[in-house]
């Protein structure tokens, strides 16, 4: 199974929706979309914004982006020491969502052709 289908299947249990629920929703048979958990080049962009709405999820949360860190400034941190930190979480995202932006350039050339 691949990582997305996963996530997919994971966060469908956890909302106790069936394949059966998902499908409907969807307007597609349950053998298409049980495909759909199992093969992730099989959704598309449109696919998967589908299933996120359906899901009450992100499409980066779909596609396990990171989420971004959340900070706490002590009192007894420095404020350089605390903008570092800060720099360097904003880096790991902006990363997270390039690696997001390749994906779904990939997906977008898979239905072109």
């Known amino acids: 199974m691949n990582s997305i289908g996963l996530k997919i299947k994971q966060m469908r249990e956890l909302r106790g929706f069936s394949q059966e629920n998902m499908s409907s929703e969807l307007g597609i048979t349950q053998p298409s979309y049980a495909r759909l958990e199992k093969e992730d080049n099989r959704i598309t962009i449109t696919r998967l914004i589908q299933i996120s709405k359906i899901l009450d999820t992100t499409v980066s949360e779909l596609i396990n982006e990171k989420a971004a860190k959340i900070i706490n400034q ?8 605390y903008v570092d930190v800060v720099i360097n979480a904003d880096k790991e995202h902006i ?19």
């Open 95 to 113: 990363n997270s969502l390039k690696e997001e932006i390749d994906f779904l350039r990939q997906q977008l050339l898979k239905t072109k052709i």
């Open 74 to 81: 002590q009192n007894s941190e420095s404020p350089n020491a």
